[in-house]
């Protein structure tokens, strides 16, 4: 029986609680599929810098690089605020992405329908939007030199070099062909020399496919797009502050942020964690809500290793949980017919699947 290595970081916060209720998810889909999952902890983040000093010691950076595919929950806490940059957890999540060079972020934004009224926004406005962000995650500003605050005085800059461009905007590129065959490229040309190459150097790859429609649009006015008019979109490609940014607002069309997983890809093993944080507010209550590790861990199965029919067995027993009213204490408001817990939504997943 095929062995998989697994990385699993679960880190702060509510991370521990969610990634358990993943794993117990792989566990069901694993044995259904005859394969089998080996996992290694590691630890990064605020429990890191505890236990070593580091957010991320060597050894889970040479972990996650041996491994075939990293599983990771979240991380910081209100307790780490106040440590230098380099010492704090966002640094050692910052660290591993650069490490194993994950340049390319996938964010997926679907709305349930079962869950239409629960966003914020107009159900006849988000009825039906598929969208993806593909965001850059390795370069921009989060990465640029040079960086400095000496107490009077700070800046930070953004670079992006061609290389970084092309390739990012090739996996946009891409992802559009199995989807709608739309990419629209956010950036703030009007302003910024950084966009305007990076516009410039979409617009060379977009040669490559000429099946995929191309837009571009300003960051400013994609913010206000997203709200007024998400239906548009299919795929989004931008760089990595103005992915971080929208792909937090396009999230809130799902109703809650504890739904949405995402992928990093590009570089020696794919990394999947949720797109939300550690929820320190929450933690240890056993209220959080672990789909969107859960269905992280499907994009795991499907991107990383290969294993459609497992991850599919996932989606759709998430679906039909929703469906049929489990809500965590996040969605209690919207049709619930029963509200659990984290792990009384991992067990009702995992039956489903067992009886698929
Ligand atoms: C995210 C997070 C991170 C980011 C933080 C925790 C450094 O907000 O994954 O979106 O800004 O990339
Ligand atoms: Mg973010």
């Known amino acids: ?119 914020s926004m107009k159900p006849e406005v988000i009825k039906g939007v598929d969208l993806l962000v593909v965001r850059e995650l390795t370069g921009g500003i989060y990465f640029g030199e040079p960086r400095v605050n000496d107490g009077q005085k700070a800046y930070n800059t953004m670079v992006y070099s061609k290389d970084e461009i092309i390739r990012i905007a090739k996996v946009a590129f891409e992802s559009a062909m199995k989807r709608d065959k739309k990419v629209c490229s956010v950036d703030k040309a009007n302003v910024l020399e950084v966009s305007r190459l990076w516009r410039a150097t979409v617009e060379e790859v977009a040669l490559d496919y ?92 499907r991107y990383s290793l290969g294993k459609t029919k497992a991850a599919d067995m996932i989606d759709s027993a998430i679906k039909e949980v929703l469906s049929e009213g489990y809500r965590t204490a996040d969605l209690a408001k919207y049709h619930a017919k029963v509200v659990c817990s984290t792990q009384e939504m991992g067990d009702i997943i995992v039956e489903k699947i067992k009886k698929a």
Not at 26 to 45: H, R, T
Not at 81 to 110: I, M, Q, T, Y
Request: proline share 6%.
């Open 1 to 119: 029986m095929k062995t998989y290595d697994i990385a699993v970081i679960k880190g702060d916060g509510i991370g521990p609680e969610i990634v358990d209720e993943a794993i117990k998810i792989l566990d069901v889909v694993s044995k259904k599929e005859n394969f089998n999952l080996n996992y290694k902890e590691y630890l990064m983040g605020g429990c890191a810098y505890e236990a070593t000093g580091n957010p991320i010691p060597d050894e889970t950076i040479e972990g996650c690089k041996k491994s075939d595919a990293i599983l990771f929950g979240s991380i910081g806490g209100y307790k780490w605020d106040n440590l230098p940059r380099e010492l704090k957890p966002e640094s050692g999540l910052l660290k591993l992405r650069k490490e194993l060079g994950l340049f390319a972020n996938l964010r997926p934004v679907a709305v349930f329908d079962e869950l239409i009224e629960a966003s």
């Open 210 to 301: 000429p099946r995929v429609e191309l837009s571009h649009m300003f960051v400013d006015n994609a913010a206000m797009q997203l709200v007024r008019d998400p239906r548009q979109f299919d795929v989004i490609l931008t760089g990595n502050i103005f992915g971080d940014i929208l792909s937090d607002e396009a999230s809130m069309m799902s109703g809650s942020i504890g739904l949405l997983p995402s992928s990093s890809i590009g570089g020696i093993v794919g990394l999947y964690e949720p797109i939300h944080g550690s929820a320190p507010d929450i933690a240890g209550q056993g209220i959080a809500n672990p789909i969107a590790t859960i269905l992280s861990a499907s994009m795991m199965l």
